[in-house]
């Protein structure tokens, strides 16, 4: 599958999920616009690592909680580029608080960047993929289906992306514009060690019929399928990528034997 | 205004706390900030002085004169965003 000549913005895209995510575009032939908020170190290793695989590779801040941010952002993309093929909405934040403790800084916070984000970068690069249509992933987790302990505020914020996802796909498609989601299990990443440090995660891999965690490059490879033209007729879905644990009976009977 | 008192005022209206408590020896814990209360106050600092101040270099911060003294540094450099 190549992606020359493309251009892809991928939120969030200095470490982990977003970062394997550039790699694997970049390996493609597109080039990629690298978006960071808090991690500028982590995002110009991202850059060097796409130039290196011989594409161009843009590195801009921007908190997308910042519905102002998100204006600048694309403005400074549709400056430079004038145009944009791929979104992946993969920048994500949250609260990890038991019910009780969440207050609407903590709601306000993580919806504004799981979510409303989401929506708001959809609309701008839809502008930009005008006449040439485009392809926008967003990036989902089980505990959007599934509760997971300290989970709710991202949880609910999953479940709302998903939505979202199907009414982006139907209003977006007469526009040449394929949408859809992946929802992960448990991704080894940087991320994860602290929902381990938290005690939110537990070790996954005696839970999965594959065998092992989901990998960053594991996600990778769906969004990039995702984004190719051999899934055109793929709009409005939610793939899966756990290794088989959602459809199991493992998790709930402990240790496959 | 002063930059530690700028940056007092803004710390006390994320985490509700009473300026007055608040001293360069305060860790972020003593100042009652959670983990969003500090994001949510390192880009408000960030907006206020037009400053850039990464995770990488926040994570050091032992206390909040920490806090300060970097955003005294980062000022007087004149680094913008």
Known sequence: ?257 | MNIEEQIKDILARITRVDKSIITRQSTFKEIKADSLDVVQALVAVEETFGIEIPDEEAQKFQNFGDFVTYVENKVAQGQKV
């Open chain 1, 1 to 257: 599958m190549s992606l020359e000549g493309k251009l892809a913005l991928v939120t969030g895209s200095g470490r982990g999920i977003g970062r394997a995510i550039a790699l694997k575009f970049a390996s493609q032939g597109a080039d990629i616009v690298v978006n960071f908020f808090r991690h500028r170190e982590s995002a110009e290793q991202t850059a060097r690592d796409v130039e290196a695989l011989g594409v161009k590779a843009e590195v801009i801040r921007a908190n997308v909680g910042d519905a102002a941010k998100i204006d600048e952002l694309f403005d400074m993309i549709g400056n430079k580029f004038g145009r944009l093929d791929i979104l992946i909405n993969n920048a994500a934040s949250g609260v990890g608080r038991p019910i009780a403790d969440i207050d609407v800084k903590a709601w306000e916070w993580t919806m504004d960047i799981n979510v409303r984000a989401c929506l708001l970068c959809a609309q701008k690069a839809a502008k930009l993929m005008e006449g040439r249509g485009g392809k926008i992933v967003s990036i989902s987790s089980l505990g959007s289906r599934f509760v997971l302990p300290n989970y709710t505020v991202v949880g609910v914020s999953k479940a709302a992306l998903e939505a979202l996802t199907r009414y982006l796909a139907i209003e977006l498609a007469p526009r040449g514009i394929c949408v859809n989601a992946i929802a992960a299990s448990a991704v080894e990443t940087e991320a994860l060690k602290f929902y381990f440090k938290e005690g939110l995660v537990k070790d996954s891999r005696q839970v999965t019929p594959a065998g092992r965690m989901v990998i960053p490059e594991d996600v990778a490879n769906v969004v990039a399928f995702l984004c190719s033209e051999e899934a055109f007729m793929i709009r409005g879905q939610t793939v899966v990528i756990d290794g088989g644990t959602s459809v199991g009976v493992f998790a709930l009977a402990g240790k496959q034997e």
